[in-house]
């Protein structure tokens, strides 16, 4: 089944170029996320994520900036020109985030709010919904026309592993998933291979099956000094190692008659 694009400023998602998302997990200060946004872009990133708002297992882990991080967050997309894709976690914050966020992130413990889904249908931005930890291909799929036939077609799925019974990664990636939903919909499918892993060593491996599997492109964690950051070190690649996946993935698109959308 043909894909459908979705355009994310200048670029697009879904069409025949892979296209790579990477940042930190969290914005944690200018000096962090300005040398971060820099290091992917310049590596071949074309878009820029980071947290804001962030839902925590424990309460007492860091939350995020909030508010805090929305001036930063403007000066640093000015300075790069890079899209920045963001969670929200609340359907109050939408008019917050609409002049900091070019794509709302729906993060995996949201993706059976329905409430917040049925507002995002009544923006005019693109939507990344992650799949619940505990969803079914089925499920993800019905969250997503929730957006949809609430106004907003500019829906893209992501993958980012399920729950199962095994305890040595954070998930279980399901690479079943990508080549299921490319077959069966038209909506473009991308894969986070860091909250599917846990695991920085296991990033790598992942994002190159994702690619293999057919998606459209992957959204990476990557930060200065990964265990110093406050939220997801463990699973966050630095600059060398996000500038060998880079590589490594342009090599595997090569193989499938596919390359990397122009870079910077």
């Known amino acids: 089944m043909s894909t459908k694009t979705v355009q994310v400023g200048r670029f697009e998602i879904g069409g025949p170029n892979f296209v790579v998302i990477a940042g930190p997990c969290s914005v944690e200060s200018k000096d962090q996320f300005l040398t ?51 969670e929200i976690t609340d359907p109050r914050q939408v008019g917050d985030l609409m002049d900091v966020v070019d794509v709302f992130q729906v993060g995996s413990r949201n993706m059976h709010n329905y409430a917040l889904l049925k507002e995002l249908g009544q923006v005019d931005k693109p939507v990344l919904l992650k799949r619940g930890f505990s969803g079914r291909i089925d499920e993800w799929i019905h969250a997503a026309e929730y957006v949809s036939s609430s106004g907003n077609p500019q829906v893209i799925l992501c993958e980012r592993g399920i729950r199962t019974f095994e305890t040595k990664t954070r998930n279980t990636f399901d690479v079943n998933a990508i080549a299921y939903v490319k077959q069966h919909t038209s909506l473009p499918v991308i894969a986070d291979p860091s909250h599917a892993t846990g695991r920085s060593e296991l990033v ?39 500038s060998q996946l880079m590589s490594r993935l342009e090599k595997v698109l090569i193989a499938l008659d596919r390359r990397l959308a122009p870079s910077w």
Do not use: Y
Not at 40 to 66: E, H, N, W, Y
Not at 204 to 225: K, M, Q, R, S
């Open 36 to 86: 971060t946004a820099e290091a992917v872009k310049s590596a071949g990133a074309l878009m820029l994520r980071g947290g804001i708002f962030k839902l925590r297992t424990k309460p007492d882990t860091f939350q995020g900036l909030g508010s805090e991080a929305f001036a930063l967050v403007k000066e640093v997309k000015h300075q790069t020109q890079m899209p920045f894709f963001s």
């Open 204 to 242: 790598t491996p992942v994002a190159l099956a994702a690619a293999a599997a057919g998606a459209d492109g992957l959204i990476v964690e990557v930060h200065p000094n990964p265990p110093s950051a406050l939220s997801d070190g463990e699973q966050a690649l630095d600059f060398q190692s996000f």
